[in-house]
């Protein structure tokens, strides 16, 4: 789950899609333990540093998932990954992959996650040669919702009582996904 030879950083005007390191614990932590951001992704609020320094090790130091840097600010603002493999829930094939994303509170509404999605969604279809993209929301987080219209991601079905495992709960998880051809229609438009 380290992150390999092949790791890439991707970029827009401004943001920089780069790898975690070890020293980003500090504001992950500041991020982090606000427990918006867990409720809505899914996880617990991180509860010191040392534990966002864990989860930077054992979670999101992995290949295809970025920190998200604001340039200007030189420090990052969340997160965009893709899932491939065993690591996604909602894929069928080989030539699937599932997106996943969240953003700091602070950082809400200013469209960083669409733009980073997008960079990521060129990458998935042009570099990976991924044919369907995947994404999820739970019931109620309509920013989430909004994120993946902006991006082209289309609905497909409802997961009722979706097992939330790092929250002992179930709730109902709304799945969209984007197709290569879906993409390629939107003139490869950014979300």
């Given at each position: 789950m380290k992150i390999g030879d092949n790791f890439m950083n991707l970029e827009t005007d401004r943001l920089l899609l780069r790898a975690w390191k070890t020293a980003d614990a500090d504001l992950l932590y500041e991020y982090a333990k606000d427990e918006r951001i867990g409720n809505w992704c899914g996880f617990p609020a991180h509860k010191s540093v040392e534990d966002s320094?864990?989860?930077?090790?054992?979670?999101?130091?992995c290949d295809e998932n970025y920190a998200v840097e604001l340039k200007e600010?030189?420090?990052?603002?969340g997160n965009v990954s893709l899932k491939l493999g065993d690591n996604a829930s909602?894929?069928?094939?080989?030539?699937?992959?599932?997106?996943?994303?969240?953003?700091a509170v602070p950082y809400w509404g200013r469209g960083?996650?669409?733009e980073a999605t997008s960079v990521l969604i060129r990458h998935a279809f042009e570099d990976l040669k991924i044919k369907t993209l995947?994404?999820?929301?739970?019931?109620?987080n309509n920013n989430s919702k909004r994120a993946m219209e902006k991006c082209g991601f289309k609905f497909h079905h409802i997961i009722r009582d979706a097992a939330v495992k790092l929250l002992n709960?179930?709730?109902?998880?709304?799945v969209s996904n984007l197709t290569y051809d879906m993409w390629k229609e939107n003139n490869r438009k950014t979300c």
């Open positions: 320094k864990n989860i930077i090790a054992n979670v999101l130091m600010e030189n420090k990052f603002v909602f894929i069928e094939s080989e030539d699937e992959a599932e997106i996943g994303y969240w953003v960083i996650i669409p995947w994404c999820g929301y739970y019931d109620g709960t179930t709730r109902d998880e709304y």
